[in-house]
């Protein structure tokens, strides 16, 4: 499935549109160049979620945040532009935040490698032109087939 976003405003719904059709234990791996609107959507997810999107900042320093209070789910955030090498991530246990009783949203996550997890939905963002992103959604596993139509649907299409 393939979106064009004409405006932050816009990527901003799409990700709250998302979140709408979001479960525990979700994990969504976001990828493309820097600028392309990773942060954006996962504002907008959070948004969808119950979270002020304000609070959401990039967690590049840290590689991961937390946002749990007053919220549908919990929002895990990583940030893995700065992360070195795959065996960095395994320090902070990842894997109890993504299949644990929130939802994982990961930037820069083909710096997982062999770590990616094997069924996912994945997004990739392009640049289109100074305000135009186009998001490229792809589905691993039966669970997110079925969120890939739901999101969809959700859309409007």
Known sequence: ??????????TLKIGAKIARELE????ICLSG??????TVLTKGIAQGL????????SPSFVLIRQYELNTRLPL?????????ECRDILEIGYEEYLFGKGVTVIEWAEKLNFLLPKECLKIKLLVKDRTS???KFSALGRRYKK??????ANLGH
């Open 1 to 10: 499935m393939k979106l064009i976003s004409h405006s932050i405003t816009q």
């Open 24 to 27: 525990a234990g979700d994990i």
């Open 33 to 38: 160049e820097l600028g392309s609107g990773k």
């Open 50 to 57: 119950g979270i002020k999107k304000e609070r959401v900042i």
């Open 76 to 84: 895990y955030h990583f940030d893995l532009y700065r992360l070195k």
């Open 133 to 135: 992103r186009q998001l």
């Open 147 to 152: 969120l890939l139509r739901d999101i969809y």
